[in-house]
């Protein structure tokens, strides 16, 4: 009787090469994409943030009594007619700094929500105030609080409207 033969089973180290070779190669575009993935998901907090504070902006002067001029959070003057700019230096909780032209910023505010009002002409007839609020960043981009900004690294707007009258 003839002894059996005993096959190895297993892989051969060209087998093994190719193998590690391909999943390398698959890890290589794995981690090309974690770079990308960074950065979408800074700007996506970023977008969080800023809808966040615009939305807060925006309850503040919906929350406004109609027997009040002033927000009662920000302090927003709103005016009965006519178009009206507002600036606020907000920090990145929200809390508010400096308001308008005259205001020299503190505590190195991170953005700068600038409130314009359209107010309609006309009080006699019941019609809507259209707000427009451009949140900016950085705040201390421009130097003068008293101008539009137009030097920031990015923006967010909300545009809406409010019952005044």
């Known amino acids: 009787m003839k002894p059996l033969l ?11 090469t ?3 070779g391909v999943a390398a190669f698959c890890l290589l575009g794995v981690m090309a994409l974690f770079p990308t993935s960074l950065i979408t998901n800074q700007k996506t ?4 943030a ?24 920000y302090g927003i003057t709103i005016p009965a007619t006519g178009t009206a700019t507002h600036s606020i230096f907000l920090q990145e909780d929200g809390t508010a700094g400096a308001q ?26 019941k019609s809507a105030t259209g707000v427009r609020v451009l949140l900016t960043w950085p705040a201390l981009a421009d130097s003068s609080a008293a101008a539009s900004p137009s030097k920031y ?4 707007e909300v545009l809406t409207a409010i019952i005044r009258n």
């Open 100 to 125: 308008d032209a005259d205001a020299v910023p503190s505590n190195n505010p991170k953005y700068r929500a600038t409130i314009t009002f359209y107010a309609p002409t006309n009080t006699s007839q």
């Open 153 to 156: 690294a990015g923006s967010y």
């Open 18 to 20: 190719l193998a590690i």
């Open 50 to 73: 800023d809808t966040s504070l615009a939305r807060a902006v925006v309850a503040d002067l919906q929350a406004t009594a109609l027997t009040s001029s002033t927000s009662p959070r």
């Open 45 to 48: 907090f970023q977008q969080t």
């Open 6 to 16: 005993r096959r190895w089973s297993g892989f051969s180290l060209v087998e093994l």
